[in-house]
């Protein structure tokens, strides 16, 4: 048992660029409440927090960029390079994440919480879950998304999956192995078959909203409904190249999806995400019979529902500029803003990563406590 009374806690683990984040979604798309502890990690050691002076002193303030904040990808070159200075960091990291990760845990509603974290066993984290699950995938897919996704060079690369623990001994300790080499609907597969034959509890299903004729209603798109979401964007979007059942399951692999339906037709959706404890709206469409101000309240309302079910302190929205005028922003408390405006880092680098050209940025404050603040 987990030493969370009334929650069934999966470890989820696995080397760099696995697929881990990936696994952790579908897993919230079934259900569980997700925690990234690298995440977490990424907070302490902002401006300010917990962890931040005890990594200066260990790295020196040339890691530091010209906001005072830390320059992770030099951290990474540092740290990386250095099997001791490495395990320094993860000194000093270790028990300010795992602190966090209680927290977390015990605020949580959801009887399933997954848990990802690189170091899961040399934390000691691993102890605390009811299983392990471990993400695997060959050592050249490794590399194409450490050189595609996150720019790094093929020797770069090389020398990040060398500096770690060898995958092996993960896999030898796991309950539950994700092969994650082929396409996301084989890894959906997967995840879905394990989810169903473990023994963790079935969170219970959300009761459906009474379907009245001629009126709107939400409800939570699943991977299932792939194609539906596809035949919808592509109608009316009309993308260049139209989308496939598999670009919206990759969708999924980072984001959810809310559909508002009337008379069996889908004719709005909002795609969404929570990482780093931030909401991100950066997909919002309607069909032109929808009525505007009505639809975004319904969508806005499910979205903020599910984000504080996920702890989400901030949403960020992305919105078409003829969209963001729509009254219901300002009756549901958003307000027209600018990144550099937002004041808090970790939500600025959310707002950075998904950033969506020609989009107007709609921001609101969900929660006043968080995770970690800086001091």
């Known amino acids: 048992m987990s030493r969370w009374p009334g929650k ?4 989820l683990t696995g080397n760099i660029a696995t697929g881990k984040s990936v696994v952790r979604k579908m897993l919230e798309h079934l259900g569980a409440f997700g925690i990234d502890a690298d995440e977490v990690a990424h907070r302490a050691m902002s401006h300010g927090g917990p962890a931040y002076e005890a990594v200066i002193r260990l790295f020196g303030e040339w890691i530091l960029d010209s906001g005072g904040e830390i320059n992770r990808k030099a951290l990474g070159r540092l740290a990386f390079a250095d099997a001791k200075l490495l395990d320094q960091l993860e000194e000093i990291m270790h028990p300010l994440v795992i602190q966090a990760v209680d927290l977390l845990i015990q605020r949580s509603h959801s009887p399933v919480v997954v848990l990802e974290a690189i170091k899961l066993f040399e934390s000691g984290l691993a102890d605390a879950c009811d299983t392990i699950w471990v993400v695997d995938c060959t050592p050249d897919v490794q590399i194409d998304r450490l050189v595609r996704k996150r720019g790094l060079s093929e ?59 001629g009126r709107p209603a939400i409800r939570r798109g699943r991977p299932n409904d792939a194609d539906l979401i596809a035949s919808f964007l592509n109608r009316t979007r009309k993308p260049a190249t139209p989308l496939s059942r598999g670009d919206i399951m990759a969708a999924f692999g980072q984001k959810a999806y809310f559909l508002l ?9 909002i795609g969404w995400r929570v990482d780093n404890l931030v909401t991100r709206a950066d997909e919002i469409v309607l069909t032109k019979e929808a009525p505007v101000d009505q639809s975004l309240r319904l969508l806005i309302a499910a979205m903020e529902s599910a984000s504080a079910e996920l702890q989400s302190e901030a949403a960020l929205i992305f919105s078409e500029p003829n969209l963001a005028k729509a009254g219901a922003w300002k009756t549901a408390g958003y307000a027209q803003t600018l990144i550099e405006n937002l004041g808090v880092k970790a939500w600025q680098e959310a707002a950075e990563e998904s950033e969506v050209a020609g989009t107007t940025l709609l921001f609101k404050r969900l929660r006043e406590d968080r995770i970690l603040r800086p001091i």
């Open 8 to 11: 069934y806690v999966i470890g």
């Open 155 to 213: 020797s770069t690369a090389r020398q990040r999956i060398a500096v770690q623990p060898a995958q092996k001994g993960k896999l030898e300790r796991a309950k539950v192995v994700i092969e994650n080499s082929k396409s996301f609907e084989d890894t959906w597969n997967q995840v879905q078959n394990h989810w169903a034959a473990g023994p963790q509890p079935q969170p219970p299903e959300a009761t459906p909203a009474p379907v009245t004729r």
């Open 261 to 269: 339906e009337q008379d069996g037709d889908v004719v709005g959706a």
